[in-house]
Nanobody, 120 residues
């Protein structure tokens, strides 16, 4: 029903920057709409954790360790979400997953993930 396609991951040195993008598509989006989109990450041997979210009103939320370094944003249509990651650290290395939550139903959808590797 909803497809999420991520892009922008890669290998970067510590202190560098990357910009992740995620495009949501699916006919149900135009009918119901997206309430919130966000980014989660999962490092090897660790649980998936919330990195940042943004809702339909533009309210954002960040995990403490990325505050001041990462910025989440959405396009005007609300179907694309970006994550600007600055001052990257080796501990930011993980697979980053895009998430979308639909209005009314609250259904969650996930992207396939994009690898971010930060070398020291």
């Amino acid at each position: 029903q909803v497809q999420l396609v991520e892009s922008g991951g890669g290998l970067v040195q510590a202190g560098g920057s990357l910009r992740l993008s995620c495009v949501a598509s699916g006919s149900i989006i135009s009918i119901i709409g997206i309430e919130a989109m966000g980014w989660y990450r999962q490092a090897p041997g660790k649980q998936r954790e919330l990195v940042a979210t943004i809702n339909s009103e533009g309210t954002t939320n960040y995990m403490d360790s990325v505050k001041g370094r990462f910025a989440i944003s959405r396009d005007n249509a609300g179907n694309t979400v970006f994550l600007q990651m600055n001052s990257l650290r080796p501990e930011d290395t993980a697979v980053y997953y895009c998430n979308a939550v639909l209005k009314r139903t609250g259904s969650h959808y996930w992207g396939q993930g994009t690898q971010v590797t930060v070398s020291s």
